[in-house]
């Protein structure tokens, strides 16, 4: 069973940065693909990142290409969002996941999930 614990969440300015944090416990952290996704108030949980098992291969949504770059470290059993450029729009709770499908952009793809932690961008 894979854990997932997101950290470094907060209150941000307009154009300000933040790095998310993911670590994980349980099963095999380098075998399984990981993806971030996020979800507003009254919106549906969207894709935001994703990185391969060794970490060569990322994917990004759109709306963050550009500004938000996914890292992961397998000796720490951890996987980074770091944000920049932020935007009123990218205030959201953000989710970690853990999957098996590589590259993978949605929801069901993935088994595995974190508490999420908040992310509110001020203007």
């Known amino acids: 069973q894979v854990q997932l614990v997101e950290s470094g969440g907060g209150l941000v300015q307009a154009g300000g940065s933040l790095r998310l944090s993911c670590a994980a416990s349980g099963g095999t952290f380098s075998s399984s693909a990981k993806g971030w996704f996020r979800q507003a108030p009254g919106k549906e949980r969207e894709f935001v990142a994703a990185i391969s098992r060794g970490g060569s291969g990322t994917y990004y949504a759109d709306s963050v290409k550009g500004r938000f770059t996914i890292s992961r470290d397998n000796a720490e059993n951890t996987v980074y969002l770091q944000m920049s450029s932020l935007k009123p729009e990218d205030t959201a709770v953000y989710y970690c996941?853990?999957?098996?499908?590589?590259?993978?952009?949605?929801?069901?793809?993935?088994?595995?999930w974190g508490q999420g932690t908040q992310v509110t961008v001020s203007s």
């Open positions: 996941a853990a999957g098996r499908r590589v590259l993978a952009t949605t929801p069901r793809e993935y088994d595995y």
